[in-house]
């Protein structure tokens, strides 16, 4: 399994999480993202769809509709009922549960910065897990740190 640690310096997450998820999505694969706060997770509702004019994320707030249908489901805790094999934890809470995902993407700010050092350091001690560490540089664009 993969987790790859974002660390949001230059770009909010509203900018990063729609690309991501479209990588995912065209990738044919279903996402779930995760955050604790609600009304986060309405902002990230909207912000999937109006981030881009010429993009569509077809996606969901769990428990609103046909969750299992949804490619891309936004919820409160890490459980799958789009079939998901990503997970987005978007509150920069690393989660356990997120390791019987395939790939797991966190995202984190400086508040997070020591929540996601922990992680990190956790995460070296499992097996089977590979761990990439993204920076953004001064521009917005992304570089593997490590």
């Keep these: 399994m993969q987790v790859d640690f ?5 770009t909010p997450l509203e900018r990063v999480l729609p690309v991501i998820a479209e990588r995912v999505l065209a990738g044919g694969g279903r996402l779930l993202i995760v955050d ?30 046909e969750d299992a249908g949804q490619p891309a489901l936004i919820a409160p805790e890490p459980e799958a009922g789009n079939d998901a094999r990503n997970v987005a934890l978007a ?8 390791l019987g995902f395939e790939r797991a993407f966190l995202f984190f700010d400086e508040e997070r910065v020591a929540d ?5 350091k956790s995460l070296a001690e499992r097996e089977g897990v590979t761990r990439n ?3 953004q540089k001064p521009g917005g664009s992304w570089e593997k740190a490590a």
Aim: glycine share 8%; proline share 2%; charged share 35%.
């Design 116 to 120: 996601a050092r922990t992680a990190w």
């Design 133 to 135: 560490y993204w920076k």
């Design 36 to 65: 604790a706060d609600e009304g986060r997770r309405e902002r990230l509702d909207r912000v999937l769809w109006e981030y881009a004019r010429d993009s569509f994320l077809p996606h969901a707030l769990a428990g609103a509709g």
């Design 6 to 10: 974002y660390h949001l310096t230059a």
């Design 91 to 98: 509150d920069g809470r690393w989660r356990d549960e997120a």
